[in-house]
C-alpha cells in the first residue's frame, strides 16, 4: 500500500460517513407545506371547515380572504416519515362551500 491508497481509504470512509449523516438526517426532518390561496373573484372567500388527516397545523388558515387578497397557513408533519394532509371548504360570497 502507497500513501495514496490511505489518502483514498481515509476519503472514501469520510464520504461513506457524511452520506450516512446526510441519509439519517432526511430521514428524521420534518414535512412541512404552506398553502397560499390568493382571492383573484371579486367576491369575500369566507372558512367554513377543514380537517387534518395527518400532521398538525404550523400556521392557521384566516377567517376570510377579502377580494384580490391571500390567505396563507400550513401543516407538518408530526412523525418520522408520516407527511401531512388536510383538507378545506371555502365558501364564495353568498354561493356556498367549494372544495
Do not use: Y
Not at 438526517?25 to 390561496?37: G, M, N, Y
Amino acid at each position: 500500500m502507497t500513501i495514496f491508497d490511505d489518502i483514498g481509504d481515509a476519503v472514501g470512509s469520510a464520504v461513506k460517513a457524511v452520506g450516512s449523516t446526510v441519509t439519517s438526517q432526511a430521514t428524521a426532518a420534518p414535512r412541512r407545506i404552506a398553502v397560499s390561496l390568493v382571492n383573484n373573484t371579486q367576491q369575500t372567500l369566507t372558512w367554513v371547515d377543514s380537517g387534518v388527516d395527518h400532521g398538525t397545523r404550523d400556521a392557521h388558515e384566516p377567517d376570510t380572504i377579502g377580494p384580490g387578497g391571500t390567505g396563507n397557513w400550513g401543516l407538518k408533519s408530526d412523525g418520522i416519515q408520516t407527511g401531512c394532509e388536510g383538507w378545506m371548504k371555502w365558501s364564495i360570497g353568498d354561493n356556498g362551500p367549494i372544495r
